[in-house]
């Protein structure tokens, strides 16, 4: 059980304190409800030059990481569809820098021309080697627009092309911050050996005076349901043959989420999982297969993905793989089994809590998704999954009119 205490500042800022007396260390994190379904299509990669853009000096601070390193901590932050994530760690002494290192930036950037123009060549560098430089590093630029069609989802976090970060322009990136970047948008978990009426004084005293703006209203445009198999084949210079599959499916907040992530274990967790025993070890046709979902807040995707053993083609593997489905769907699956990927799941969730920055993290995170006193309660929604709800959801998700497949092939 994860305690806490919360409170909200009058411009709209959540604060979530953990109290953990036994680290000498103190986090803070905050979650900026703002991700890449947010930007407009003809601009996308602004919340992830948003990240980088925000360690590149605040109205105040010119420096973000030489007061925080002077004060003995570290900080990192990461961008997704969804979200934008930022966090720091230090010292329970020196909570203070923390708290005014963050409240500068929020309260707003500096804006500088060389600044943006740093940050914009980081991105654009990282573009060319994550995504276009790299073995199999096109694959989501590939499969995401070919699963969605209208959802912003269709395009990753680096956004759909370089374009669009060279052309980000100085009002363009005060806009995004302006609309985005605000008290009433943000959620502040603060982790380590505290107390509530401490961080109240501290939030009070650098967080309360920054303006209190309406938080954004999101309206984004709903994905049609997928009525026939997709598929697209491409070929790169990559060592071996790849096969992505992916099915549309409910959103993280959906009670369906917690039978499809099981799903998703007895397919591939382990050496003993269903996809890895039948087309690894037995039948050879991949060497090495996963099944894993994106854990959307909109409706996402349940991917299944693998290396292609040579001689063995797309269509044979892509089979393979429908066969192994289809058993979910005709035959519940035992206790026996049942209770092993629940047991492995509910070990993987404690072993998450162990630490002020795991638990600022995913405070957070339930916070945004509904409330923070849902994180006490993953566990027994996991172990509420029944096999009649996987042959359920298997039926639902799994099926071939709902996959986009992407045939991904070596170069000889």
Not at 76 to 101: C, K, M, Q, R
Request: proline residues 4%.
């Amino acid at each position: 059980m994860i305690k806490f205490d919360r409170f909200t500042l009058e411009n709209g800022l959540r604060v979530i304190v953990h109290k953990d007396e036994y680290t000498p260390l103190a986090c803070i994190n905050i979650l900026y409800d703002v991700g890449a379904r947010d930007e407009d299509p003809d601009r996308t990669g602004f919340a992830h030059l948003f990240e980088h853009l925000m360690f590149g000096g605040s109205v105040n601070i010119p420096s973000y990481d030489e007061p925080l390193q002077r004060a003995g901590g570290e900080n990192n932050a990461f961008t997704s569809n969804d979200i934008t994530n930022y966090y720091l760690t230090l010292p329970v002494a020196n909570l203070e820098t923390g708290f005014w290192l963050e409240s500068d930036r929020m309260l707003s950037l500096a804006f500088s021309e060389k600044s943006l123009k740093v940050q914009r060549n980081v991105v654009i560098e990282e573009f060319k080697q994550r995504y276009l430089n790299q073995p199999y590093g096109d694959v989501w630029l590939l499969l995401r627009p070919l699963a969605y069609k209208v959802h912003p989802y269709l395009w990753c976090t680096i956004g759909k092309e370089i374009r669009h970060i060279e052309e980000a322009g100085m009002e363009d990136v005060k806009a995004f911050f302006k609309k985005h970047y605000t008290p009433s948008n943000a959620i502040m978990v603060v982790s380590g050996n505290i107390e509530t009426e401490e961080v109240k004084r501290l939030a009070q005293k650098w967080f309360a005076g920054i303006q209190s703006v309406p938080k954004p209203v999101r309206s984004l445009p709903t994905e049609p349901e997928q009525t026939e198999y997709r598929n697209l084949h491409v070929k790169r210079e990559v060592p071996s043959n790849a096969l992505y599959m992916s099915f549309h499916m409910c959103s993280r907040r959906d009670s369906a989420y917690h039978t499809l992530d099981l799903i998703s274990d007895l397919l591939s967790r382990g050496n003993s999982a269903r996809l890895y025993i039948s087309l690894v070890k037995e039948q050879q046709l991949f060497s090495e297969i996963s099944a894993y979902l994106m854990g959307d807040l909109d409706k996402g995707l349940f991917l299944i993905s693998g290396k292609l053993l040579s001689g063995v083609s797309f269509e044979q593997a892509e089979s393979a793989v429908f066969i192994e489905l289809e058993k979910l769907k005709q035959e519940l699956i035992s206790e026996k089994e049942m209770n092993k990927v629940k047991n492995k799941m509910e070990s993987t969730i404690l072993f998450g809590e162990t630490s002020v920055l795991d638990i600022s993290m995913n405070l957070a995170f339930y916070e945004l998704l509904d409330n923070a006193e849902s994180i006490n309660n993953e566990v027994g929604k996991y172990m509420a999954v029944t096999p009649e709800k996987i042959q359920q959801s298997a039926r639902e998700v799994l099926v071939r009119k709902n996959c986009s497949s992407l045939f991904y092939e070596a170069l000889n």
